[in-house]
């Protein structure tokens, strides 16, 4: 008998936000990590990071979901619902 029961998916609704990295010896700077947040519904992942974007230290915030399949070794999906940037001061 196989078993037909499909595996289930769990989905992460990420907030992940990025400040400025000083230049190193090239000259060049960058964005980092600066957190990565996990929320229960998308709208709560996208609404804080349109909060942290307003932030003044924040340069910028994505909200993106991935799905992951506890059958396989890697994620199985991901979605970017919004890529947010600080204007403030630039």
């Keep these: 008998m196989i078993n037909a029961e499909r595996s289930p998916e769990k989905t992460h609704y990420i907030c992940q936000t990025y400040v400025e990295k000083e230049a190193g010896r090239d000259g060049q700077g960058g964005l980092k990590i600066a957190k990565q947040l996990e929320y229960s519904t998308a709208s709560e992942a996208q609404n804080r990071a349109e909060r942290e974007a ?7 915030a994505n909200a993106y979901m991935v799905s992951e399949d506890p059958n396989r070794t890697n994620w199985t999906k991901r979605a970017y619902l919004g890529v947010l940037k600080n204007n403030n001061g630039t």
Excluded: M, N, P, Q
């Excluded at 307003?54 to 910028?60: M, N, T």
């Design 54 to 60: 307003l932030s003044e230290d924040c340069a910028g």
